[in-house]
């Protein structure tokens, strides 16, 4: 029985850890679009995020704009745990580009 429940552990670790994967990778892409704001940005990861209550509890997101027209979208999350008192921890960045308008 202790087997089956560190192998469904695994596998909510593994799913939360894509949900925060496709959340950063939503988040970034609107802020990195033309005319993308960081609201924007913030917004989409936490929707996604939200949609998925049953993979992870808690989040963290954030956005940050590097030299260059670099943005960095940072999201973590807790995943949900059914041995108690046991949590794991995920994140993912995604960094790119800002696209900009340049007239010739």
């Known amino acids: 029985m202790l087997l ?5 552990q695994a596998v909510l670790w593994v799913v939360a850890a894509h949900v ?20 924007l940005a913030t ?7 939200a949609g998925e209550q049953g993979a992870v509890t808690a989040g963290h997101v954030s956005l940050v704009d590097l ?3 670099v943005d ?10 059914i041995v108690p ?11 790119g580009h800002v696209q900009v308008f340049r007239g010739s």
């Open 85 to 95: 008192g046991f949590s794991l921890h995920v994140s993912a960045t995604v960094a």
């Open 72 to 81: 960095k979208m940072t999201v973590s999350a807790t995943a949900v745990a």
């Open 43 to 49: 917004q989409q990861a936490w929707k996604v995020l």
């Open 4 to 8: 089956l429940l560190v192998i469904v």
């Open 20 to 39: 925060v994967q496709l959340a950063a990778s939503t988040g970034d892409s609107a802020a990195r679009v033309l005319g993308g704001s960081s609201g």
């Open 67 to 69: 030299p260059g027209g």
